[in-house]
């Protein structure tokens, strides 16, 4: 399964109900050929629904901080891939290719990752929808899987919004399944049983369906900008 990221029950679903027992993940990017992680049917069920695998053979990868340092294993950083699966350059954009890739080719991804002590890598989120709360990263797939699990739950996205005194807040938007429904302080409740306090959505929205792109990947960017001006925040500028 790939081509956009599936929530962990999603996947143990398919695993269960679909008798696919091999599935398996993999990751990739159109400028990485376009797979450089993947999990196989022998890996633990846990390594297979919540990781993307390891790298394939001949391909490097790192997990980096913003000082270019390897990060520790465990901390999320920015993932970093070389071999010989990556593009060489995009093409008649050479200001963008020297900001993607490095003078010693490690590609730069933009996505969030960190590495298990098995090599497994766990992709966290994307380094431009990370949402910085009072000076706290937050990464909305970890809000996003936790609200998945709930029952009345069909899907859900989360982005950041501004806000005046703490630069962004957490809004959710929730697809709600079929003859149910839900309030913001049964959703709002939930979460603050499973997480920090600063990760719980200040906002919520039901809706019924999600911007897309034609191949049907959700348009996170399109969600923040409908949310921002449905919540009459477009003109605020955080202090």
């Given at each position: 399964m790939a081509g956009s990221p599936c929530p962990i029950e999603t996947l143990k679903q398919v695993i269960s109900r679909m008798n696919m027992d091999r599935v398996t993940v993999c990751y990739g990017l159109t400028e990485t050929s376009p797979v450089t992680h993947q999990s196989f049917p022998t890996d633990p069920?846990?390594?297979?629904?919540?990781?993307?695998?390891?790298?394939?053979?001949?391909?490097?990868?790192?997990?980096?901080?913003?000082?270019?340092?390897?990060?520790?294993?465990?901390?999320?950083?920015?993932?970093?891939?070389?071999?010989?699966?990556?593009?060489l350059y995009y093409w008649d954009e050479p200001t963008k290719t020297k900001e993607a890739i490095s003078l010693d080719r490690w590609y730069h991804?933009?996505?969030?990752?960190?590495?298990?002590?098995?090599?497994?890598?766990?992709?966290?989120?994307?380094?431009?929808?990370?949402?910085?709360r009072g000076g706290e990263n937050v990464y909305p797939t970890e809000i996003e899987q936790l609200i998945y699990k709930?029952?009345?739950?069909?899907?859900?996205?989360?982005?950041?919004?501004?806000?005046?005194?703490?630069?962004?807040?957490?809004?959710?938007?929730?697809?709600?399944?079929?003859?149910?429904?839900?309030?913001?302080?049964?959703?709002?409740?939930?979460?603050?049983?499973?997480?920090?306090?600063?990760?719980?959505?200040?906002?919520?929205s039901i809706v019924t369906e999600f911007p897309l792109t034609v191949t049907g990947k959700v348009q996170k960017y399109k969600i923040q900008e409908i949310a921002t001006e449905a919540l009459g925040l477009k003109h605020v500028t955080p202090k």
């Open positions: 069920a846990e390594k297979r629904v919540a990781t993307v695998g390891k790298p394939h053979s001949h391909v490097e990868c790192k997990v980096i901080a913003e000082n270019g340092e390897i990060c520790p294993i465990g901390t999320p950083g920015e993932l970093c891939t070389r071999g010989y699966n990556t593009m991804t933009g996505d969030i990752a960190q590495m298990d002590e098995d090599g497994f890598c766990k992709i966290v989120g994307r380094i431009k929808d990370m949402i910085i709930h029952p009345k739950v069909k899907d859900v996205q989360v982005v950041g919004v501004p806000d005046e005194r703490l630069g962004e807040e957490i809004c959710a938007w929730i697809q709600v399944k079929e003859n149910q429904s839900i309030s913001e302080d049964e959703i709002k409740s939930y979460c603050k049983e499973k997480l920090a306090r600063y990760k719980v959505p200040k906002y919520i």
